[in-house]
């Protein structure tokens, strides 16, 4: 319709002036209307958020530590006690993470203790065998004793991802005498904590 | 007002947080095992050999039989089981003259004697031989009671009693003897 008003010649009666401003009008309003969208862009903004919870999980689950025979050998007067050397320096490697910079470590030794025989030592043996624990992991190491109950203090270990090496030391009896003869068994659990991290994102 | 609401909101949350990290934690345990092996060690005798010297009478009414011979007691000190259910076994052979050749009527060529054992377990182990005059069986064994516990503890042998057969003369010669003693389990373990 633009097109057709602009190709009539001449001088142009009432009802076809008035056709021209209302196409006038039109074009007018039309354009009034359709200039905004080719001049100007408007943003939508999806903002997206997660998280990562302080973690912290052993992925190798399972490690044992037989130690064979635990009294010394011979006849002078040493045999039946403890042989040391077959307690300390023994070790096992767990594996496991932390993802949080605030993860720690601790470690609870329990004393190898005779499970065939559970009355009180007689007088000259021993019937419990104490030893202290060292798990290391990320540099850093944690410890306890099997004579005082309870875990030892954590350490920091923050990321990490490797190993976690467990040693056994200073092994000895309480009161130094003869093993009572039978299995002993003892255990020692490390654990991590991831605690909490600082500047997480929120939830 | 509105301070204390936000207050409130902070407190609250905090707790939840630690819960959550908490959870991740993670527990391993490495169990640790041994044996201790069942064995008993007697320590070392006080003396290794017992000398009972000159044994007859040398002159008198009774020369040429026996002659009273003193007790004689040897100590092995700390020796011990580290279990229970053991038990002390004594064996002893009578004193037998070197010359094994037939004795001639009246005269003996072994000497028998009590071996004691103490200080294990109720019940001690003691044997007498009882050899013959020419020397046979001269070999006598028995056990003492059972002992409940691991024990460690300083063993007494005795020695004593010394008599000939029939109280008959000795013939001439180096004598010996010995006394085993063991210490070990009362009863084999099942299966052997």
Not at chain 1, 12 to 21: A, G, T, Y
Not at chain 1, 43 to 67: H, K, M, N
Not at chain 2, 115 to 133: E, F, H, L, P, R
Not at chain 2, 141 to 146: C, D, I, N, P, R
């Amino acid at each position: 319709m633009i097109g057709a008003a602009r190709r009539r010649p001449g001088k142009l009666n009432w009802s076809e002036q008035m056709m021209k401003r209302s196409m006038i009008l039109a074009v007018l309003a039309a354009s009034a209307t359709a200039t905004p969208a080719f001049s100007q862009s408007v943003d939508g903004t999806v903002d997206i958020t997660g998280s990562v919870a302080d973690r912290c999980l052993f992925t190798t689950p399972s490690a044992t530590l037989p130690l064979g025979e635990l009294a010394r050998s011979g006849t002078d007067t040493n045999a039946g006690r403890l042989d040391e050397s077959k307690v300390d320096g023994e070790s096992r490697t767990l594996v496991g993470w932390c993802n949080g910079t605030a993860a720690t470590m601790s470690v609870e030794a329990f004393a190898l203790t005779n499970s065939d025989f559970t009355s009180p030592a007689p007088n000259g043996f021993d019937r419990v065998i104490n030893f202290t624990a060292t798990a290391d992991a990320n540099s850093e190491s944690a410890t306890d004793t099997s004579v005082t109950a309870g875990a030892g203090s954590a350490v920091n270990v923050g990321l990490f991802t490797g190993n976690v090496v467990v040693t056994l030391s200073e092994s000895a009896t309480p009161g130094g005498g003869l093993l009572v003869a039978g299995d002993y068994d003892g255990q020692v659990v490390v654990t991590l904590t991831p605690n909490v991290s600082f500047n997480q994102p929120a939830a | 007002m509105m301070r204390h609401f936000a207050l409130l909101a902070v407190l609250a949350a905090a707790p939840i947080g630690v819960a959550n990290a908490q959870d991740g934690s993670d527990q391993e345990t490495v169990p640790i095992s041994g044996t201790v092996a069942g064995i008993c060690v007697l320590g070392p005798p006080s003396q290794t050999a017992v000398d009972l010297g000159q044994m007859i009478n040398m002159s008198g009414p009774d020369a040429g039989r026996i002659a009273p011979l003193a007790a004689q007691e040897v100590t092995l000190p700390d020796s011990f089981c580290n279990f229970a259910g053991t038990h002390i076994s004594v064996s002893a052979d009578a004193l037998l003259a070197d010359d094994s050749t037939t004795v001639q009527p009246g005269f003996a060529r072994a000497v028998n004697f009590t071996s004691t054992v103490t200080n294990w377990a109720t019940g001690d182990a003691t044997v007498t031989t009882a050899a013959t005059a020419g020397g046979a069986m001269p070999t006598a064994e028995a056990s003492g009671g059972t002992q409940p516990l691991p024990r460690i503890a300083d063993l007494e042998l005795t020695l004593n009693n010394f008599t000939v057969p029939s109280n008959l003369r000795l013939v001439a010669g180096a004598y010996a003897g010995s006394v085993t003693i063991t210490l070990g389990p009362a009863a084999a373990p099942e299966g052997n």
